[in-house]
């Protein structure tokens, strides 16, 4: 073993595995390792041939992350030239691939003179989802072999495909389903044997017209807004056709120096490691028991009820919908069906896969079919009277050990588990809509929330394909709560000086999905209002309070879904168009409050709304609402849009400086008074000098 490489002898072929858990990745020791290993066996008579494997769950992740912006020890080679090495070896190398090979893992078989995967093998070049390209030669390697398109289309997306596909298109030479045909390594083995001109992927002349590559920007210019790494990944491949395949190579290397310690990339490795840190909750160790989830009961089949019910027929678990009434319950099953349908139409699931997740649901009128559910999610109307008379019943209904959660989206989890004699078992599940679709669950702790509840439904949200959040109990928890602060100075903006189309604009040239006055009218402006009814009684009198938005509802415009709102939309179009009625009502406030309206800048805007975002997440930090600084990230990048690329938000203010953001919440608290009210945390970081990613280094969770 040199380095995390184990040798095996099988002469006349010798076998290098990289052994580096947990995803192999081509760390320093690995890349010296690789490089000795080659050498030494070049070097020996008695081998004919290589074959490279993983071991444990994959080939190879790619590069350590971990290690980047690290200088490695000395003598270490990059992994350009051990792959450079490989292809040139005169004796043939195979590489057998099983699990995963993303990354500089691909890349390190695109090296080699053939490659043999397993059947449930998935392979990729992910390095645009790290805001980086692929550094060690895939650019030019893959293109020569599939073709420049389907290079593109890899290399842009950075999905990870089958063995199978990846053999359609060319760059795999043998799959093998392990239970039928042995292992990877015996095939690997037997595949080198076959060989005797090492074939090269760098080798042969590449042609295409710019067209293809105007057609990629073109098909990636809305999902890839913002993003630097996209574009550049296709001026990378475009060197492949411009270029000899040495300065092709250069050219590769040089944009990924460019990008690989850049505030994007740096934001992107953030999101990485902090999606994957969500799950770890400090006083839930991975070992706690979890319940079993077999059957699944929903209360209420509305927008919310419904999609909840669809995200656990799509991961295969039967649920059975309570409604009240029938014509409730037809309604929401047919929107359902609707749904499915139009996924049918549009070609994103086959009719079986429909027909199979519609017998997974059952609907029912009759609460007494939830006696078997092991969860039951309560998605009815956001009041708490409400949902604190369908807990009652829930308790009594359902089977001791069931876990009851509720979906509510700002209320007291603690005060609806109190309503039942199995608290330990209550928990917040808060799915973001359309539920079916959006991939954060923010899960709710309440005081007597068990271990086994937490980690049950941590665990459940993983299942269901989404990216599950603990958070404490709060008004709003984490992203709602965050919204709030952030939607107060919109609004306040608009009192002095600005108009919802510019807030928006601006919001949305920051990098997220849209401004938070499109936002309300998508999700509907009685939900909001209603909210503010609900907070109005324990409102601080003296502080500032907007009241345009209320104003807007009083004139029964409701969002899209009224076809007027902040904007007015045309009939069946999501597109907001500025109504004069709006600005007017606007400026007559302005006027109402005393403003004397003056021209506020995108920057201002940017400012005050992220800011004041900022800070609340720093009181939420502070209050133990939130596990981590990335947790706040996570949320708002799943919940809300904030563009990765950024980090989320609390990475975004290291990268501006908590100085900054101090400074300028400190000025709007002399302006506002308690609304913009410095996070103590904030503060405490700011004179320090530090950053939350210090305060999140010095506070393990
Ligand atoms: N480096 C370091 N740690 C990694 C890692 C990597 N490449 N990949 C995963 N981990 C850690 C991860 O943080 C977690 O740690 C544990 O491994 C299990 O991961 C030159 C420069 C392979 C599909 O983008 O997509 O090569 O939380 O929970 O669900 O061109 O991991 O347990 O402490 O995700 O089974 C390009 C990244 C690198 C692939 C497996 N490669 N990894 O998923 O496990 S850049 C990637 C993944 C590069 C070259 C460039 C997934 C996976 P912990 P996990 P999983």
Same mark, same amino acid.
């Given at each position: 073993?040199?380095?995390?490489?184990?040798?095996?002898?099988?002469?006349?072929?010798?076998?290098?595995?990289?052994?580096?858990?947990?995803?192999?990745?081509?760390?320093? +020791?690995?890349?010296? *390792?690789?490089? &000795? #290993?080659?050498?030494?066996?070049?070097? $020996?008579? =008695? @081998?004919?041939?290589?074959? /490279?494997?993983?071991?444990?769950?994959?080939?190879?992740?790619?590069?350590?992350?971990?290690?980047?912006?690290?200088?490695?020890?000395?003598?270490?080679?990059?992994?350009?030239?051990?792959?450079?090495?490989?292809?040139?070896?005169?004796?043939?190398?195979?590489?057998?691939?099983?699990?995963?090979?993303?990354?500089?893992?691909?890349?390190?078989?695109?090296?080699?003179?053939?490659?043999?995967?397993?059947?449930?093998?998935?392979?990729?070049?992910?390095?645009?989802?790290?805001?980086?390209?692929?550094?060690?030669?895939?650019?030019?390697?893959?293109?020569?072999?599939?073709?420049?398109?389907?290079?593109?289309?890899?290399?842009?997306?950075?999905?990870?495909?089958?063995?199978?596909? +990846?053999?359609?298109? *060319?760059?795999? &030479? #043998?799959?093998?389903?392990?239970?039928? $045909?042995? =292992? @990877?390594?015996?095939?690997? /083995?037997?595949?080198?044997?076959?060989?005797?001109?090492?074939?090269?992927?760098?080798?042969?002349?590449?042609?295409?017209?710019?067209?293809?590559?105007?057609?990629?920007?073109?098909?990636?210019?809305?999902?890839?807004?913002?993003?630097?790494?996209?574009?550049?990944?296709?001026?990378?491949?475009?060197?492949?056709?411009?270029?000899?395949?040495?300065?092709?190579?250069?050219?590769?290397?040089?944009?990924?120096?460019?990008?690989?310690?850049?505030?994007?990339?740096?934001?992107?490795?953030?999101?990485?490691?902090?999606?994957?840190?969500?799950?770890?909750?400090?006083?839930?160790?991975?070992?706690?028991?979890?319940?079993?989830?077999?059957?699944?009961?929903?209360?209420?089949?509305?927008?919310?009820?419904? *999609?909840?019910?669809?995200?656990?027929?799509?991961?295969?678990?039967?649920?059975? @919908?309570?409604?009240?009434?029938?014509?409730?319950?037809?309604?929401?099953?047919?929107?359902?069906?609707?749904?499915?349908?139009?996924?049918?139409?549009?070609?994103?699931?086959?009719?079986?896969?429909?027909?199979?997740?519609?017998?997974?649901?059952?609907?029912?009128?009759?609460?007494?079919?939830?006696?078997?559910?092991?969860?039951?999610?309560?998605?009815?109307?956001?009041?708490?009277?409400?949902?604190?008379?369908?807990?009652?019943?829930?308790?009594?209904?359902?089977?001791?050990?069931?876990?009851?959660?509720?979906?509510?989206?700002?209320?007291?989890?603690?005060?609806?588990?109190?309503?039942?004699?199995?608290?330990?078992?209550?928990?917040?599940?808060?799915?973001?809509?359309?539920?079916?679709?959006?991939?954060?669950?923010?899960?709710?702790?309440?005081?007597?929330?068990?271990?086994?509840?937490?980690?049950?439904?941590?665990?459940?949200?993983?299942?269901?394909?989404?990216?599950?959040?603990?958070?404490?109990?709060?008004?709003?928890?984490?992203?709602?709560?965050?919204?709030?602060?952030?939607?107060?100075?919109?609004?306040?903006?608009?009192?002095?000086?600005?108009?919802?189309?510019?807030?928006?604009?601006?919001?949305?040239?920051?990098?997220?999905?849209?401004?938070?006055?499109?936002?309300?009218?998508?999700?509907?402006?009685?939900?909001?209002?209603?909210?503010?009814?609900?907070?109005?009684?324990?409102?601080?009198?003296?502080?500032?309070?907007?009241?345009?938005?209320?104003?807007?509802?009083?004139?029964?415009?409701?969002?899209?879904?009224?076809?007027?709102?902040?904007?007015?939309?045309?009939?069946?179009?999501?597109?907001?168009?500025?109504?004069?009625?709006?600005?007017?009502?606007?400026?007559?406030?302005?006027?109402?409050?005393?403003?004397?309206?003056?021209?506020?800048?995108?920057?201002?805007?940017?400012?005050?709304?992220?800011?004041?975002?900022?800070?609340?997440?720093?009181?939420?930090?502070?209050?133990?609402?939130?596990?981590?600084?990335?947790?706040?990230?996570?949320?708002?990048?799943?919940?809300?849009?904030?563009?990765?690329?950024?980090?989320?938000?609390?990475?975004?203010?290291?990268?501006?400086?908590?100085?900054?953001?101090?400074?300028?919440?400190?000025?709007?608290?002399?302006?506002?008074?308690?609304?913009?009210?410095?996070?103590?945390?904030?503060?405490?970081?700011?004179?320090?000098?530090?950053?939350?990613?210090?305060?999140?280094?010095?506070?393990?969770?």
């Amino acid at each position: 073993m040199t380095g995390s490489v184990t040798v095996t002898r099988r002469s006349p072929i010798r076998v290098l595995s990289i052994d580096n858990p947990p995803v192999n990745g081509l760390g320093a +020791a690995v890349r010296r *390792g690789l490089a &000795e #290993e080659l050498e030494r066996a070049l070097a $020996d008579a =008695d @081998v004919d041939a290589i074959v /490279i494997a993983g071991r444990g769950k994959m080939f190879c992740a790619g590069a350590d992350i971990r290690e980047f912006g690290q200088d490695p020890p000395p003598d270490t080679p990059h992994l350009p030239d051990v792959i450079d090495a490989i292809e040139a070896s005169t004796k043939p190398v195979v590489a057998a691939i099983h699990g995963v090979a993303a990354g500089g893992g691909l890349e390190l078989a695109l090296g080699c003179h053939a490659r043999v995967a397993s059947s449930d093998a998935r392979v990729g070049l992910p390095e645009v989802t790290l805001g980086i390209i692929p550094g060690a030669g895939g650019t030019q390697r893959l293109p020569r072999l599939i073709g420049v398109e389907a290079a593109l289309e890899l290399i842009v997306s950075g999905k990870l495909i089958p063995a199978a596909e +990846a053999k359609k298109l *060319g760059f795999i &030479e #043998e799959v093998i389903h392990e239970d039928g $045909d042995g =292992d @990877v390594v015996e095939a690997a /083995i037997a595949h080198a044997q076959t060989i005797t001109t090492p074939r090269r992927s760098s080798e042969g002349e590449l042609d295409t017209d710019e067209a293809v590559f105007d057609a990629v920007k073109k098909s990636i210019a809305k999902k890839a807004r913002g993003f630097d790494a996209p574009y550049a990944a296709i001026d990378a491949v475009r060197a492949a056709t411009e270029l000899p395949i040495r300065e092709g190579f250069a050219r590769e290397r040089a944009i990924f120096l460019g990008l690989v310690n850049s505030d994007q990339a740096r934001a992107q490795r953030h999101v990485f490691f902090a999606e994957r840190a969500v799950a770890k909750v400090p006083d839930v160790p991975k070992d706690t028991a979890t319940k079993d989830i077999r059957r699944v009961g929903i209360v209420g089949c509305g927008t919310m009820g419904g *999609g909840i019910a669809m995200s656990f027929a799509d991961a295969g678990i039967p649920v059975i @919908v309570l409604e009240t009434e029938e014509a409730a319950l037809d309604r929401g099953l047919q929107s359902i069906r609707g749904v499915y349908e139009s996924s049918v139409k549009k070609g994103r699931i086959s009719k079986e896969e429909m027909d199979a997740r519609l017998g997974r649901l059952q609907g029912t009128l009759e609460a007494s079919e939830l006696n078997d559910a092991d969860i039951v999610v309560e998605a009815v109307f956001e009041s708490m009277e409400v949902k604190v008379d369908v807990f009652r019943r829930l308790d009594e209904i359902c089977k001791p050990d069931a876990i009851l959660a509720t979906n509510t989206s700002t209320l007291d989890v603690n005060e609806i588990a109190d309503a039942t004699k199995r608290p330990e078992n209550v928990i917040g599940t808060h799915f973001f809509s359309p539920a079916h679709i959006m991939k954060l669950m923010e899960n709710v702790r309440g005081k007597k929330t068990s271990p086994e509840t937490v980690a049950t439904v941590m665990k459940l949200s993983k299942r269901l394909g989404k990216v599950g959040v603990l958070v404490g109990v709060c008004d709003g928890f984490v992203g709602n709560r965050m919204l709030y602060a952030y939607r107060r100075q919109a609004d306040f903006l608009l009192e002095e000086g600005a108009l919802p189309q510019q807030v928006d604009g601006a919001l949305y040239d920051f990098g997220l999905p849209m401004g938070p006055f499109a936002m309300a009218d998508l999700a509907g402006l009685d939900i909001g209002w209603a909210i503010r009814k609900r907070q109005a009684p324990t409102r601080p009198k003296d502080l500032r309070y907007s009241p345009i938005a209320d104003r807007i509802c009083e004139m029964d415009r409701f969002g899209q879904k009224t076809g007027a709102g902040w904007y007015r939309y045309e009939p069946g179009s999501r597109t907001p168009i500025p109504d004069p009625e709006i600005e007017k009502l606007v400026i007559d406030v302005s006027a109402e409050l005393g403003f004397e309206r003056r021209t506020i800048d995108d920057t201002e805007i940017v400012n005050r709304c992220m800011y004041a975002l900022i800070n609340e997440g720093a009181k939420i930090l502070e209050e133990g609402i939130a596990l981590r600084p990335g947790d706040i990230d996570i949320v708002w990048i799943y919940g809300y849009g904030f563009p990765r690329y950024r980090g989320g938000p609390m990475f975004y203010a290291d990268t501006v400086g908590l100085d900054k953001v101090y400074e300028f919440m400190a000025k709007l608290y002399q302006e506002q008074g308690e609304w913009a009210k410095p996070a103590p945390l904030l503060e405490k970081l700011a004179k320090e000098g530090k950053s939350f990613k210090d305060y999140a280094d010095s506070n393990p969770a």
